[in-house]
């Protein structure tokens, strides 16, 4: 199989190269910068090709000629959500592609509606786009917090308590609304990539559906403990109050913003009480059709000396 990878040189798409081509399959890679990649795993590729911004229609036309799948790994801005990955799916129904991963690699956002979380309404709104007008059913894999981001790996973004977020990598201080207990689905961007090889060389993957996967599934003190076990360092507890305060400040939050993308500087919150009052959806069982060997979070941090 010929899979294109669409913004084969963010953090997923890099790991995705590894993970394709070590099942037997050739990887072409789009992107705008192929100096972003690795010498080893630019010699990985069938082919690089390079376009000027995700509006590069001929150059995306090429990179959609004679792949079997591709897989829109994007980073999650709206104009790429949206726009950009609505012409990458209109170049694959010309190209006659059939299997097409969609953005996600994120919280379970099917319960959800638009407006509850600005975040996820590009990924809303281009699901039911694609319903709508499109031949080709995407893919959607859902992955809970990629434990890079959840731990502000340098690189892969920040959910620090600045951010609205739960961990402090600078104050070893994990900041937490509820009672501690509440369950976090995290999956390293490795096992993301990973799963996603796994579920798109399924012969069912052209009938496109949503699949729930992770590396873990912990608690935020669960995580505090097992930091303390792994690196020999005491972890600061600060609890912020109930997950009723939490949607108090979260709302309040988004009541003051004014700004164009303003909802990035409180959408931390959203992130975390919707984790915790159910909003995201996560089964607790992997289909036995993916066989991937998952990052323990004991060896997830081992392997992110950072952290």
Known sequence: ????????????????????????????????????????????????????????VPGIEKACHGVDAIVCAYQGHPELVIEGQLLLLRAAERAGVKRFVANSWNCDWRNMSLGMQETYDPMLMFRHYAELTSSIHPVYI??????EVLFSVPGHGSFTPDNKGVWD?????????????????????RDAAEFTAEILQLEESDR????????GA????????????????????????????LRRNALEARSKSTRKYQYFEYCGFFYQLFTMDGTYRHPYIISDKLHVQTTSLEDFLKQNPTV
């Open 218 to 245: 912990h608690s935020l003190l669960d995580i505090a403990r097992t930091y303390e076990k792994v690196r020999g360092e005491e972890v600061t507890l600060v609890r912020k109050g109930t997950v009723d305060d």
């Open 208 to 215: 496109g559906g949503f699949w729930n996967v992770y590396s």
């Open 1 to 56: 199989m010929l899979v294109l990878i669409a913004g084969v040189t963010g953090n997923l798409g890099a790991h995705m190269i590894d993970s394709f081509t070590s099942r037997g399959h050739q990887v072409r890679g789009l992107g705008r910068t192929p100096s972003k990649l690795s010498t080893l795993r630019h010699e990985k590729l069938e082919s690089f090709v390079q376009v000027n911004s995700s509006y590069d």
């Open 169 to 189: 990598p600078v104050g070893k201080r994990m900041e937490y609304y509820g009672t501690g207990d509440e369950v976090w689905y995290w999956t390293a961007e």
């Open 142 to 147: 859902f992955t809970g917090v990629l434990g």
